[in-house]
């Protein structure tokens, strides 16, 4: 069981380069989202979907694409990667009950 | 809105000492659940345990367990003889049961157990 796969695992950007965060679950969930982790600020929603071909912004949306065109994959896009993006950021697929994560992607745009 | 609130930034203990770690909420919902995560170094999110709003029984489980006390919006996550492995960041989150059913979490809390 492959629950919730997240790639790359770690990534280094220059600003402004675009890059894509893949999430991918086989556990045929609607709800997927996307938060990230900073230090002492726990994690932060920045977009999620309840479907496919429904997305909507979070708390920290700003500087981030997504979209939904399957159940299984919910892409996470940086356009133009800038320092302020520098964060952890973790994928998760819900059911009705549980929040499954994604091992996490360590990114860090110099 | 939604708002998890883990005052405690940073616990040390010696091991086989117990420990608390605590978790107090804000939400509108009347039915919501309520999560703890374990962040260990290595830094995934283990899932530790998910508590719904209207079951308010307290739980065991080996030497974890959790009160969930509603008039106080609390849920606190209590180690009992805690252990070095034991030593990671741990999460309290809160989720709506239905709607865009994202969590709410916490700073989070780093607790280090000393051998």
């Known amino acids: 069981n492959a629950g919730v796969t997240q790639t790359p695992k770690f990534q280094v950007l220059k600003t402004g380069q675009s890059m894509t965060l893949q999430c991918a679950q086989d556990?045929?969930?609607?709800?997927m989202s996307w938060y990230r982790q900073d230090p002492g600020m726990g994690l932060r929603l920045i977009h999620y979907?309840?479907?496919?071909?429904?997305?909507d912004q979070g708390e920290v949306p700003n500087g981030y694409n997504v979209s939904r065109s399957t159940t299984e994959d919910f892409p996470l896009r940086l356009l133009s990667a800038a320092p302020s993006q520098t964060s952890v950021y973790f994928c998760?697929?819900?059911?009705?009950?549980?929040?499954?994560f994604g091992q996490g992607t360590r990114l860090t745009v110099v | 809105a939604q708002k998890v609130t883990q005052a405690q930034t940073e616990i040390s203990v010696v091991e086989k000492e117990d420990v608390t770690l605590d978790c107090v909420y804000e939400?509108?919902?009347?039915?919501?659940?309520l999560f703890w995560y374990k962040q260990p170094p290595s830094g995934e999110l283990v899932f530790l345990i998910r508590?719904?709003?209207?079951?308010?029984q307290n739980e065991i489980s080996g030497r974890y367990s959790w009160n969930f006390q509603k008039s106080t919006s609390s849920f606190n996550f209590t180690i009992t003889a805690s252990q070095v492995v034991d030593s990671a960041v741990y999460f309290c989150?809160?989720?709506?049961?239905?709607?865009?059913?994202?969590?709410?979490f916490g700073s989070g809390t780093r607790l280090q157990v000393q051998p």
């Open positions: 998760a697929s819900r059911s009705n009950t549980e929040a499954f």
């Open positions: 556990m045929n969930h609607e709800y």
């Open positions: 979907s309840v479907g496919a071909g429904i997305t």
């Open positions: 939400t509108r919902d009347t039915t919501y659940y």
């Open positions: 508590r719904n709003s209207f079951d308010e």
């Open positions: 989150a809160l989720s709506e049961r239905t709607g865009r059913r994202a969590l709410t």
